[in-house]
């Protein structure tokens, strides 16, 4: 079982829908996923129409209450893909865990007991709140890999220097077997100059890090979450779907994702050696993403603070 970080302080810039399709994209094909939601604003879990009543198991009553995943995960359309859902209860548990010894290691006790069950899934996605708590520790700790989503926006690389600051950190004291899977460019739009730009920005800063394609504008993949779909039973022929088959393709390649690197690949299409990151047959066979690299980037004037840590 792999588990897989989907983070970025900042909001708006697709973790949520990035976590729903990659996850049913891989669930086509074969694999068992499980998404865990983690942020407070449940939009996931909403997403689905899976979010708890207060009081019910969640991803809230896991990490304050001792619930086991078996308790909270709930099946979704899509075969092979299940959601540990949260609430608003969640809002609390940063306040609730201050006083927890070893807080920051919670949510990797639970999927470490989940790995070790009959029922475990092949890949965990974690959707993180727009924040750099206790709920992002938790799952950073917890995490063989990490994808930052990024926008096609001005202030896209304005706040990589501190999250990387906090990826390197969380490394060297917590969990030294995290490594960056990849960053992800959404809201792209192909006639907006500025688009264009920041993704040569990002490509000149982060190379192969940076995921060849990238996740256009597109109404049909911002309406599917309201009908509780995900892009593929909601506009399965659309480009947004393409675009993420293709990323759950080389997401494949570049973990090492057992028994979906071919199947994913046949329904990808075919990138142009320009566009295609060299990800080698010893870092598929390791299961070793790209290092991480330093952004040319204003590094931020303080340190931000890492709950849990040891100084």
């Keep these: ?13 697709g973790k949520t829908t990035s976590c729903a399709n990659i996850g049913a994209a891989l669930a086509q094909q ?3 996923v499980l998404l865990v939601d983690l942020d407070p604003q449940a939009h996931l879990s909403i997403s689905f129409d ?16 001792g619930h086991a995943f078996a308790d909270v995960s709930q099946p979704t359309q ?12 969640l809002t609390g548990a940063e306040s609730e865990l201050a006083n927890e010894i070893g807080r920051e ?16 899934p092949d890949l965990v996605l974690l959707d993180c709140p727009p924040s750099l708590g206790t709920l992002s ?37 917590l969990n030294p077997s995290i490594e960056m899977a990849g960053i992800l460019v959404g809201l792209f739009s192909k006639q907006r100059n500025l688009s264009r730009e920041v993704v040569e920005e990002l490509n000149h800063h982060f190379g192969e ?35 993420f088959r293709e990323i759950a393709a080389e997401l494949s390649a570049r973990i090492g994702l057992a028994g979906t690197k071919k199947s994913v690949a046949k329904q990808a299409a075919p990138k142009t050696e320009a566009q295609s990151p060299v990800v ?15 952004p040319v980037v204003a590094a931020p004037t303080s340190e931000p603070l890492l709950e849990g840590e040891a100084e």
Aim: glycine share 6%; proline share 7%.
């Design 1 to 13: 079982m792999q588990v897989l970080s989907i983070i970025n302080q900042k909001g708006g810039v």
């Design 30 to 32: 074969g694999l068992r």
């Design 50 to 65: 899976r979010m708890p009543e207060p009081g019910d198991p969640s991803v809230y009553t896991l990490l304050t209450q």
């Design 78 to 89: 899509t075969e092979g893909l299940s959601i540990a859902p949260t609430n608003l209860d």
């Design 105 to 120: 290691g919670i949510l990797r006790l639970a999927l470490h007991d989940l790995a070790r069950s009959k029922d475990a």
């Design 137 to 173: 520790l938790n799952a950073l700790v917890a995490s063989d890999f990490v994808i930052v989503p990024l926008q096609a926006e001005f202030f896209a690389l304005q706040g990589m220097a501190q999250l990387l600051d906090v990826l390197e950190r969380v490394k060297r004291r």
């Design 209 to 243: 890090l940076v995921f060849p394609t990238q996740v256009r504008v597109n109404v049909r993949l911002a309406e599917a979450p309201s009908h509780g779909l995900t892009i593929f039973e909601y506009a399965p022929d659309s480009a947004a779907a393409d675009q």
């Design 280 to 294: 080698t047959e010893d870092v598929v066979a390791s299961h070793a993403a790209p290092p991480v690299t330093t």
